[in-house]
């Protein structure tokens, strides 16, 4: 479903640039409806369009199999903007020259303005601006001239004002750029003369219709997981249609936080359905990554079978309620990991054979994941549910390391390798390796440093943590089976309930994209297991930086950790995403 008669005004060619769902956002907070189309989308499907923004992306112009656009797009009428290589590509098309710079320019750099109209307007004669290339347009097209210039980059932008071409090497939509908005609404405003028609919230009413109307008197069933995208879709539809038509079913199965079950059935109003035991059971065997997350899976497509089947939701008179958001509809687009969920949902029988009988209803394919949250605060949501950290699938499954035998921790040049294996990422690859722990460390920025350089040293190894605190020295420790059993998953949860406590009360919580704690069978006696702190920065969890917090933080989180009963020490995760991945599993 997408948004009803709205057309987008704005329509942002995806050159494969990491920033082309950045633009998109950028243009919707100023308040025009756009949206992201693959590069070489035919110019016939865009008329209509009052401009069209080129986006960067990593190719060389000249290099074969780069992205283009449609030619035809420059005889549209529109107003055309090319950022980065969409500068270069447009300068290309047109029948100007790219070459390979003398040298690359990355991050910030000063812009020097020739001519401060057009895109420019309203800019002083110096700018910061943020750069990411390594090509530039050497000869301009006819018709264009040079705008602005920096140091290493002679055209950095270029007008057409009587055709209403421009492009900018540098990226006006990252906030490095100290104009970058100004330069965006130039372009909107009164180069191509947009209309503001976007606002999340005032998409309600109508999306509300577009439910009534595609349920076409029919029932909506949801499964929630507890997450924004899924809760908001619900209450959406329940808005819609009323109680007496939408069912929302959770499934607890017993890897969910403290207190996540009793939350999600207060704030949304859903049936909770207890597979608890069932997935302790399926579980308990289970000790390395990819059997657990198969038989996680496994699992969830047998209870919600069940559900759909006992529930008789397969039946004419329902349709199945999905929380997808934009980026997820978009093959360029989106995360890998909204793949592998999607996969994993269309596992289910059931919910293929709806998916099949186009039985579904998505009201939240043309909105960004913070447009979900404006949405969703409209709907009155509370911002707990809202702003919540990012949460898998499989639950603290994944945060539960397990052993099938003991093994020693054993010296390793400055620290210990301990023998429990996490997945890293390297290169292309997945990788299962063994932990290196530092127990004498100066907490500063220079240990994430330290961190990358060992693990570029040893093989054997895609991780480093530091000691935080202990009971027991490290000599005396060692790896033990550990299974995924009910007691262990209580300890996980009770330290993670603190962590997230701490980390709430201090502010911590919102400077970090996620938290994972993660619980390790590593300990000594009647203390056999260990827990890991792993606060990450990232954008979209494909890549990662890990954040240290401050002293007095880290020592208070520290001394309760080692106050659970289990808990022999507690250690932090320096390791950036490559080569470690955001959950150990
Ligand atoms: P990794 O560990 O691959 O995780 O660095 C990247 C992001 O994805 C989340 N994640 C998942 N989310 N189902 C989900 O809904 C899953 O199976 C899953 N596995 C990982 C992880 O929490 C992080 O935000």
Same mark, same amino acid.
């Given at each position: 479903m997408t948004a009803d008669s709205l057309q987008p005004q704005i329509t942002v060619l995806d050159a494969g640039g990491q920033y082309c769902h950045l633009i998109a956002r950028r243009v919707r907070e100023l308040g025009v409806f756009s949206e992201v189309r693959a590069?070489? @989308? !035919?110019a016939d499907e865009l008329t209509g369009r009052k401009g069209i923004i080129i986006s960067g992306g990593p190719s060389s112009v000249s290099a074969p199999d780069s992205p283009t656009v449609d030619p035809a797009i420059f005889a549209l009428g529109a107003g055309v903007l090319g950022i980065c290589y969409g500068q270069q590509l447009m300068a290309h098309l047109l029948h100007g020259t790219v070459r390979k710079g003398a040298k690359g320019e990355y991050g910030a750099a000063v812009l020097n303005i020739h001519d401060s109209s057009g895109v420019l307007a309203g800019l002083s004669p110096r700018e910061n601006v943020w750069m990411s290339h390594f090509d530039q347009v050497e000869k301009l097209p006819a018709g264009f001239t040079t705008i602005a210039s920096t140091s290493t980059c002679e055209v950095a932008a270029i007008a057409d004002p009587a055709r209403r071409f421009y492009g900018v090497q540098? /990226?006006?939509?990252?906030? /490095? @750029?100290? &104009?970058g908005m100004e330069v965006l609404s130039n372009f909107l405003f009164?180069?191509?003369?947009?209309? &503001? #028609?976007?606002d999340p919230r005032g998409r309600i009413a109508s999306l509300e219709r577009e439910i009534q109307a595609a349920a076409a008197g029919r029932n909506i069933f949801f499964f929630v997981s507890g997450g924004v995208d899924s809760s908001v879709a619900y209450r959406l539809c329940l808005r819609a249609l009323g109680k007496d038509r939408v069912h929302g079913a959770y499934v607890d199965t017993g890897l969910m936080r403290e207190g996540e079950t009793e939350f999600v059935r207060e704030a949304l109003g859903v049936e909770v359905v207890d597979a608890r035991q069932e997935f302790l059971d399926a579980l308990s065997g289970a000790t390395d990554p990819e059997s657990k997350r198969h038989i996680i899976g496994e699992q969830f497509v047998a209870v919600q079978e069940r559900v759909l089947q006992s529930g008789h939701y397969? #039946? =004419?008179e329902w349709i199945l309620g999905q929380g997808t958001i934009y980026p997820d509809t978009i093959e360029s687009g989106g995360t890998a990991k909204a793949d592998l969920i999607k996969t994993h949902h269309n596992r289910v029988a059931g919910i293929q054979k709806l998916i099949d009988e186009n039985r579904i209803i998505e009201p939240l394919t043309s909105f960004y994941k913070d447009e979900v949250r404006e949405v969703g605060a409209a709907l009155g949501l509370p911002d707990e549910l809202l702003h919540r950290h990012p949460f898998p699938g499989p639950g603290l499954a994944i945060r539960l390391l397990c052993a099938a035998e003991a093994a020693p921790i054993v010296k390793m040049g400055s620290g210990r390798l301990v023998p429990v294996r996490s997945v890293g990422v390297q290169g292309d690859e997945r990788t299962y390796r063994a932990v290196l722990a530092l127990d004498k460390v100066i907490w500063n920025d220079s240990l994430l440093e330290q961190a990358t350089h060992l693990i570029n040293r040893h093989a054997t190894i895609n991780r480093v943590v530091a000691l935080c =605190? @202990? /009971? /027991?020295s490290m000599e005396t420790m060692q790896v033990a089976p550990g299974r995924l059993d009910r007691v262990r998953l209580e300890r996980l949860r009770r330290a993670d309930a603190i962590v997230r406590r701490l980390s709430h009360e201090s502010g911590f919580d919102g400077s970090v994209w996620q938290f994972p704690v993660v619980v390790i069978p590593c300990g000594a006696g009647d203390r056999p297991d260990s827990v890991v702190l792993r606060p990450v920065h990232s954008v979209d969890g494909m890549t990662a930086q890990s954040v240290l917090m401050e002293d007095g933080l880290r020592d208070r989180i520290t001394a309760q950790l080692l106050?659970? !009963? =289990?808990?022999a020490a507690v250690f932090y995760d320096l390791t950036h995403k490559p080569p470690g991945t955001i959950e150990w599993e």
């Open positions: 590069s070489e @989308t !035919p540098f /990226h006006p939509e990252v906030v /490095h @750029t100290a &104009k009164p180069i191509c003369g947009c209309e &503001k #028609d976007w397969l #039946d =004419g =605190g @202990t /009971h /027991h106050a659970v !009963p =289990g808990i």
